[in-house]
């Protein structure tokens, strides 16, 4: 491999597209693996064409890119993964009709729609995206934009910090996204367990691929989690107390101490890795005293508190949406904290459960499994919190509560499914079989997906000021319920029955009907994501009629719904002052809560830079140079993004700042229109009377 | 903020106004910062343990071949005094002993680090010519992974102090300048507090 | 450190006060290294050795942050930096302890006994 490696080009040849693949062979395989390379190079194109030609450029770099703002950033880190997202659910489309083609025989033990290789970086890169580049990117993005105005913050504590984050993880995505075009991806699944993804059975690009978008977009996310933890420990507002933060602040502190402390443990695994592929270590090699089994060990330690990443957020966008849309205040706040916090650290004892089957003794064995069905407990409290926060309730069925019922009956199986596999003894029955699958599909889309769904239909009214178009939000929501039924269901019989996971293909012509459903399931998922992108498009169709200025379309109690929609660079006119948990339902309780500020002062806000674009250009050239060995290359850019930290350190920087005046007038102007709109009831919610200014008489929150 | 100083010694005290209260959360977060660089040596001193044995290290050297525990003692030495000049750079700060004291106590921490980086260095070189290199064994590996990336880190910290000092040189102590000092006490003392682990599980414990 | 009357910072005497807080921690942990090293360079028992080199090292780490890190219980903001690196030491606890529990679990039941860890540890390497 390195005998013909080029000094300019390392490894790079023009034999390394997929279109290589497609002129020496031509069957479904190579043409689907072309088809996708098309995509992503026509879809570049008409990307940049399109730009040029609405003379987008400037405003996206101006505006966007360069925008230390955390609600810009939130917004674009869930532009980044509703991309990624539709790049995951076409894959999980095309396995699931692969698999329901791949019935072999046996003469002809080989079948299906892509060949055994390809499936294998399917699977690989739908694991990686999924859970590195939807799920992470979503719920930070949501945090991103969602935290800093519930805790009466300006901004995170680390703006500029958070802008190279960001880059960190685009340039991760995008190192997996230009793999569908040059080379390959890896074929060991999302965790790429050695010795098999070791330089001696995987020496192709493919784990490096997978080793450098981790390692990248992982140390955005270890920033992230930093920049989180302090900007709720020391940027609250004056009077928010811990106990008296919403749900969703204390989920996301959960989550930063998540990231900061479970972050490392991948960071290590893959370094590790990647000194085995690269310098010769022996860490995880079959010969020389390595030990793959220590890889295992690492990875899940990082692995399992990430399932717990993924999950709180979503749990607490949960705790917002049942009691705002229940209109009834939150029950069993407390309960709720302790039990995201008991989550928060329990799940730094269970790594061992993904690999009960790997060989120590029944007592450790026991051990974590024990510890497994511990952390069941606070996740069940927090089902009946929610269950009873929307009990007599007046329940509007919104999008976000159709999301919120089909997690409440699909999650709840999903959780048991976990008991039964914490379970070392069955798990040695149903461990690698597609029972596994369903299992974490099922936790993980109910939870996670529709929870992040639901709260960027909650939240968008505050990004864009107009609200998503109801009927396709829940048209979406049933199809995203169904389409999982249908996909994951058939998934546990299979597992059952004896159909172990990530097969290419089978020789039993029972499992067929099943991969029939489950294809049909598909074919739903890829309903939804289309009425996903459609809901977009037609709310921005109609954003006038759609349009809630006032900024508290839904009677919200916390302090986000009351400010403009949407919501101004500073967020608040002056920083509020807090007076009790729930401090704008408070405000409403009390009579006039569109009361302005009695000064204005000028608002410091951190300048624009290009800081994070361009270590997020040289992270990018550091990852492409080294799965290519392209050593001068990345000698430069990893020189270059210590060198762009120095410089940016010898200038002093100087904020931008917002004069007193612009802020009254605009400021003046939203109580000026706030007071001039009708307000609506509970029952205009979804009409056009609904411009963002409640019925404060209904308010019960 | 109280008047009771946030860092004491290693921050600014009352005195220092805005660059005192910036500091809180700046500081704060480099801790946060450093808590998850700790788990990264906390996972790398577990794995050393792990390929301790004679599995692990697969018929190569082992701890008996290659360590000179008095080339260990020098680079414990460098370290500690290199940690003991930071106190003369953050007490410089907090007091306000001046630019050229400051620079002084960084370029004496900044010796005394290349000190220990170099008996570091002629202890890996000798260690690879006794057969000791990394692609040898798993523990070999681990060994050199570890104490790699502590010596990593150092040379990180000596390119920070440089980096300090053309600060200090072009901008002047202003507040940024003062919230780095202390970040980068914390760093230097931190490093310190790893290789008292290093020295003490890495080399001494197997030797025992 | 506190001027009576004014509440002022005295910058002489908190100057003093912290230089002996430096040279305390300095020569605290000066005698605890060369402790350790003793310890590993004596004839005691092997176990012994690993004990004291690790309660040396211990106590070395908490004079570290002490009297370099500044960390104690009073004063807002070291309390609060101190409580941080506990909650990351019982983490690591669970962690690092975790590796160990499980892969030695995994290299006993290779037919490798934690006696031939050991002495592999104690016997110089003969190959």
């Not at chain 1, 685009?170 to 999302?190: E, P």
């Amino acid at each position: 491999m390195s005998g013909n490696t080029s000094p300019i080009f390392g490894n790079l040849n023009w034999n390394v597209t997929p279109y290589t693949d497609l002129l020496q062979h031509v069957d479904s395989s190579t043409i689907v693996g072309a088809g996708a390379a098309s995509v992503l190079v026509f879809g570049a194109i008409a990307g940049v064409a399109l730009f040029t030609y609405m003379r987008w450029w400037g405003p996206l770099y101006r505006i966007w890119l360069t925008s230390p703002d955390a609600k810009k950033i939130g917004i674009m880190y869930i532009a980044l993964a509703l991309v990624m997202l539709a790049r995951g659910i076409i894959e999980g489309f095309v396995m699931r009709a692969h698999q329901a083609t791949a019935l072999g025989t046996l003469a002809q033990p080989e079948a299906g729609l892509v060949a055994p290789d390809h499936f294998s970086q399917l699977f690989s890169t739908h694991g990686t995206i999924m859970i590195f580049f939807v799920a992470m990117p979503l719920l930070i993005g949501l945090i991103n934009f969602v935290l800093p105005q519930q805790l009466g913050a300006r901004d995170m504590a680390f703006p500029v910090l958070n802008q190279v984050s960001l880059g960190l993880t685009a340039a991760g995505a995008a190192l997996i996204m230009i793999s569908l075009l040059v080379g390959q991806f890896g074929t060991g699944g999302w965790t790429m367990y050695p010795p098999y993804t070791g330089i001696d059975f995987s020496p192709g690009e493919g784990v490096d691929y997978w080793l450098w978008a981790i390692l990248i977009s992982g140390m955005g996310s270890t920033l992230t989690g930093m920049n989180f933890a302090v900007t709720i420990f020391k940027e609250r507002a004056p009077g928010m107390h811990f106990m008296r933060m919403p749900l969703f602040c204390w989920t996301s502190l959960c989550v930063a101490i998540m990231l900061v402390y479970a972050m490392p443990a991948l960071t290590v695994s893959s370094a590790m890795l990647a000194l085995d592929r690269y310098a010769g270590f022996h860490f995880f090699t079959n010969a020389a005293g390595g030990n793959m089994m220590n890889y295992a060990n690492i990875f899940w330690m990082f692995g399992h508190p990430e399932v717990y990443i993924l999950i709180l957020p979503a749990f607490g966008v949960f705790s917002e949406i049942s009691s705002t849309f229940s209109g009834k205040r939150l029950y069993g706040y407390t309960s709720l904290v302790i039990a995201s916090m008991s989550i928060a650290v329990i799940s730094f004892t269970v790594w061992l459960h993904h690999f009960f089957t790997m060989g120590q003794s029944a007592g450790v064995n026991i051990a974590f499994g024990i510890a497994t069905m511990i952390i069941g407990i606070p996740t069940g409290v927090k089902i009946y919190d929610w269950m009873a926060t929307m009990w007599r309730g007046r329940v509007r069925i919104t999008t976000p509560i159709v999301y919120l019922t089909g997690f409440f009956l699909l999650f709840v199986i999903g959780g048991l499914s976990g008991i039964i596999l914490a379970n070392p003894s069955i798990d040695y029955q149903v461990h690698n079989s597609t029972f596994l699958v369903a299992h974490f599909h099922n936790v993980i889309i109910p939870g996670v997906l529709y929870g992040m769904l639901a709260g960027i239909h909650y939240w968008f009214p505050k990004a864009f000021g107009f609200r998503l178009s109801e009927t396709w939000g829940r048209r979406t929501a049933y199809l995203f319920v169904g389409g999982f039924i249908f996909t994951f269901m058939p998934l546990y019989v299979l597992g059952m029955m004896g159909f172990p996971r990530r097969s290419p293909t089978f020789q039993n012509p029972e499992f067929l009907p099943w991969m029939y459903v489950a294809a049909f399931g598909g074919v739903l998922m890829m309903c939804a994501l289309a009425s996903l992108m459609w809901t977009f498009w037609t709310s921005y169709r109609n954003r006038t009629a759609l349009a809630v200025p006032g900024g508290d379309p839904w009677n919200g109690s916390t302090l986000e719904w009351s400010s403009p929609a949407p919501v101004p660079e500073w967020t608040f006119p002056q920083i509020p002052q807090i007076q009790a948990r729930g401090d704008w339902g408070e405000a409403k309780r009390a009579g006039d809560p569109w009361k302005g500020p009695e000064r204005y002062t000028d608002i410091e806000m951190p300048a624009n830079t290009a800081h994070g674009l361009l270590i997020a250009g040289a992270a990018f050239a550091l990852g492409f140079a080294m799965v290519w060995h392209i050593w001068w290359l990345a000698i430069l850019s990893f020189l270059a993004i210590p060198g762009m930290i120095a410089l940016r350190g010898m200038r002093v920087i100087t904020p931008k700042i917002i004069p007193a005046a612009e802020v009254e007038e605009a400021d003046r102007r939203f109580r000026q229109q706030v007071a001039s709109l009708a307000s609506a009831t509970r029952a205009d919610e979804e009409t056009e009377r609904n411009r963002g200014v409640p019925d404060l008489s209904e308010f019960a929150g | 903020m109280s008047e009771k100083s946030l860092y004491p010694g290693l921050n600014l005290g009352g005195t220092h106004g805005k660059a005192h209260e910036k500091a809180e959360s700046t500081v704060f977060g480099f801790w946060v910062f450093l808590m998850s660089d700790l788990i990264i040596f906390g996972i790398l001193f577990a794995s050393y343990a792990s390929y301790l044995n004679p599995m692990g290290m697969a018929g190569g050297p082992g701890p008996n071949d290659l360590f000179d525990i008095t080339s260990v003692a020098i680079q414990t030495a460098f370290l500690l005094f290199g940690g003991i000049a930071y106190a003369g750079v953050s007490l410089g700060l907090k007091y306000e002993h001046g630019r050229a004291k400051l620079i002084g106590w960084l370029l004496v921490c900044a010796v005394l680090g290349a000190g220990f980086l170099f008996f570091e260095v002629k202890d890996f070189i000798t260690q690879a010519g006794e057969g000791g290199t990394p692609q040898v064994s798993g523990w070999l590996s681990s060994y050199w992974a570890l104490v790699g990336l502590h010596g990593f880190h150092v040379f990180s910290g000596i390119l920070w102090i440089l980096a300090m000092i053309g600060q200090i040189a072009t901008r002047g102590v202003d507040d940024a300048v003062k919230i780095r000092l202390s970040m980068l006490g914390v760093f230097w003392h931190f490093l310190d507090l790893i290789w008292v682990g290093i020295f003490s599980f890495v080399f001494l414990v197997p030797l025992a | 450190m506190i001027k009576p009357n004014t509440g002022e910072l005295d910058p002489q005497e908190s100057a003093a006060s912290e230089i002996k807080s430096y040279t305390t921690g300095f020569i605290a942990s000066l005698l605890l290294t060369v402790g350790g090293f003793a310890a590993a360079l004596s004839d005691l028992p092997t176990t012994w050795k690993v004990v004291l080199i690790c309660v040396a090292a211990l106590l070395q780490i908490i004079t570290h942050m002490r009297n370099f890190l500044h960390l104690s219980f009073s004063g807002g903001q070291s309390r609060e930096d101190l409580l941080l690196v506990l909650f990351s030491a019982i983490l690591l606890t669970i962690m690092a302890g975790g590796t160990w529990y499980i892969m030695s679990d995994l290299s006993g039941r290779m037919h490798q006994t934690m006696d031939s860890v050991a002495s592999a540890q104690s016997q110089p390497h003969s190959r």
